[in-house]
């Protein structure tokens, strides 16, 4: 059985996220936790906060305990960015985007 969580519009880069994301796959939950909880970046948090949520969807939906599952994926997909401008010399402007990011990470019961 799977089970699924979504956090979207999250405001960090996919890059950023993907990198931290990368640790995930194949790992027990609760291993998965204690890693994120000892890695200093954003998308950790993040990412954590996501699969929390997933672990308490397992356990109230599905009727599956938690310390059973496994990270079957942990996709960081591209959402909307906020198109911004920045001032550079002789009045002029460059543009930059701000990035967003929607997580999204499958529990399953099976090795």
Same mark, same amino acid.
């Given at each position: ?5 979504? &956090?979207?519009?999250?405001? %960090?880069?996919? #890059?950023? =996220? !993907?990198?931290?994301?990368?640790? /995930? ?8 936790? &204690?890693?994120?909880?000892? %890695?200093?970046? #954003?998308? =950790? !948090?993040?990412?954590?906060?996501? /699969? ?60």
């Amino acid at each position: 059985m799977e089970v699924k969580s979504y &956090s979207k519009y999250m405001r %960090i880069s996919p #890059k950023k =996220a !993907r990198e931290v994301a990368r640790i /995930l796959p194949g790992k027990k939950v609760t291993e998965g936790v &204690s890693l994120l909880k000892y %890695i200093p970046r #954003k998308a =950790a !948090r993040l990412l954590d906060k996501t /699969l929390k949520s997933a672990m308490a969807n397992a356990e109230n939906n599905d009727n599956l305990n938690a310390d059973d599952l496994f990270i079957k994926e942990a996709i960081i997909e591209e959402g909307p960015a906020l198109k911004r401008f920045r001032p550079c010399a002789r009045g002029s402007s460059h543009p930059y985007k701000k990035r967003m990011s929607h997580i999204r990470i499958v529990l399953t019961d099976e090795a």
